[in-house]
């Protein structure tokens, strides 16, 4: 058998709890692993919401979501984790030895204790079938906004009626040279204040409207929609097409686990022990049993401190406080 490299601590998730897991971990000198699904760090930061500003961070007034990303990646970054992207984590198994051993769909790794930071699952947005959609996927048509500069001064047509396709019709109005956002139906599923903006602002907004066909060559030249009412079919010149069609996430995996879950959560006690030894679970994912779930970013924090502090403990029999940073010399 080859020699297992086994680490003292594997966070699960790169969102902001999972980064500020790593961050603490470092902090308390544990090699520490962070496995991530998705190519990038940031979680539903990272993929929903990259440029929407967070009110509600301690110490920070307002800041964009892309931003808090990037400092929580820089400020973990202090202790070199080991960060492994693109990889989902399909199996958790605890030898007789105590090492766990989180098998993905590329390897297996080895740790004495794991967070669990997974937050609402590994999430993919709902595609629209559609043969043109697919041909232009990643090459103009979006179900993302992960970068908005390809938008600039460019005709942009936005799809959906939830929060997302709003807030991208409002955020990008100024940005684009135009936008159009069509949705299939009357009522919008947003923030009511976001849609009064939207109806008094710049955005071409058409109700009852679908998408028929995305036209073009090597790029995208234009859109045919109709009105699901009529059949009548519409014309636009647009060069990128975004999909807000909402997102599924799912547990997937980890609910075969053995944990003890409640609906999509991962039960934790107040050290945010999972019922599996050496297995902790923070943020989004987990919930303790006498207590309603708040699924916040500084809640996911505070239980990112609490989970890896107590990892240490119960790695070192050291004590569960980590001492003050602001006496150390990082
Ligand atoms: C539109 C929107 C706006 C929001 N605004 C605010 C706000 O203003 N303030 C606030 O406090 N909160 C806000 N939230 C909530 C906040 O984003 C979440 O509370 C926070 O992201 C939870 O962080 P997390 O790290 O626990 O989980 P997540 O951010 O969900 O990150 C979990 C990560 O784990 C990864 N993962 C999951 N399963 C696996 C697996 N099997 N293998 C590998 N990786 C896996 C996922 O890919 C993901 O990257 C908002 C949420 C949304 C959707």
Redesign the pocket.
């Known amino acids: 058998m080859t020699e297992r490299d086994i680490y003292d601590i594997l966070i ?8 500020f897991g790593a961050f603490y971990a470092g902090m308390r000198e544990m090699r520490t692993k962070v ?4 190519p990038q ?9 990259p440029e ?6 301690a110490g920070l007034p307002r800041i964009l ?1 892309k931003d808090l990303v990037k400092n929580l990646v820089e400020q973990c970054e202090q202790w070199h984790p080991t960060f492994c992207y693109e ?4 199996q958790l198994e605890r030898g007789e030895d105590g090492v766990l051993t989180v098998t ?1 769909d590329k390897q297996a790794h080895y740790a004495r204790a794991v967070v669990i ?7 993919r947005p709902n595609r629209l079938k559609n043969e043109s959609v697919e041909r232009y996927e990643g090459r103009g048509v979006y179900y993302f906004v992960q970068d908005k500069r390809p938008f600039f001064k460019k005709r942009l047509l936005i799809i959906g009626g939830g ?2 396709a709003v ?1 991208w019709a409002l955020n990008l109005k100024d940005y684009a040279s135009h936008v159009t956002l069509i949705h299939r139906r009357e009522g919008f599923r947003a923030h009511a204040s976001s849609v009064t903006e939207l109806m008094q602002s710049s955005v071409d907004v058409r109700l009852w409207h679908e998408l028929r066909e995305i036209h073009g060559n090597d790029h995208i030249t234009g859109a045919t929609i109709f009105d699901n009412r009529t059949g009548e079919e519409t014309y636009l010149e647009v060069d990128y097409v975004l999909l807000n069609l909402g997102f599924k ?1 799912d ?4 609910k075969s686990w053995g944990l003890e879950l409640d609906g999509r959560y991962i039960i934790v006690n107040g050290r945010h022990e999972t019922n599996i030894p050496g297995v902790y679970a ?4 987990c919930k303790q049993e006498d207590a309603e779930p708040l ?6 924090f505070g239980q990112a401190a609490i989970a890896v502090n107590h990892v240490y403990s119960y790695l070192t029999g050291g004590r569960v406080f980590p001492g003050h940073s602001s006496e150390m010399r990082l």
């Open positions: 699960l998730g790169a969102g902001p709890t999972g980064l496995i991530e699904a998705l760090p940031g979680g539903q930061l990272a993929v929903l919401y929407k500003y967070i009110y509600d961070v979501a990889e989902k984590a399909h993905t930071c997974g937050g609402i699952g590994a999430f929060d997302s807030d996430a547990l997937g995996p980890i923070a943020g989004d994912i699924n916040l970013i500084a809640v996911g």
